[in-house]
Nanobody, 123 residues
Framework: QVHLVESGGGLVQPGGSLRLSCTDS????????MGWFRQAPGQEREFIAA????????YYAPSMKGRFAISRDNAKNTLFLQMGNLKPEDTAVYFC????????????????WGQGTQVTVSS
């Protein structure tokens, strides 16, 4: 059973940085393609980035390139999302997800989801 848990969210000032983590105590994340999404209130879930389980290739939504960086550490069974130069419009719940398809950029391409971690960008 895949059980994803995100951490690292919080309140950050505009221009600040955060690193989100996602881990699973049950199964190796190296079995899956992994992705990060976010969802702001009243909006659809938005794709940020994905990473391949085979060779760690990455794929980003065009609007997310430059300020967001996805990575994985299979030895630690952890997925990361490094976020920089954060803006108020980045405020959302951030989710990690696991699936079989790379690069998956739609929620339906992921079978397993974490509960999300809140990121609030505000002064």
């Amino acid at each position: 059973q895949v059980h994803l848990v995100e951490s690292g969210g919080g309140l950050v000032q505009p221009g600040g940085s955060l690193r989100l983590s996602c881990t699973d105590s049950g199964r190796p994340l190296s079995n899956y393609a992994m992705g990060w999404f976010r969802q702001a209130p009243g909006q659809e879930r938005e794709f940020i980035a994905a990473v391949s389980w085979i060779d760690a290739n990455t794929y980003y939504a065009p609007s997310m390139k430059g300020r967001f960086a996805i990575s994985r550490d299979n030895a630690k069974n952890t997925l990361f999302l490094q976020m920089g130069n954060l803006k108020p419009e980045d405020t959302a719940v951030y989710f990690c997800a696991a699936g079989d398809m790379f690069p998956g950029n739609r929620p339906r391409e992921y079978a397993y989801w974490g509960q999300g971690t809140q990121v609030t960008v505000s002064s």
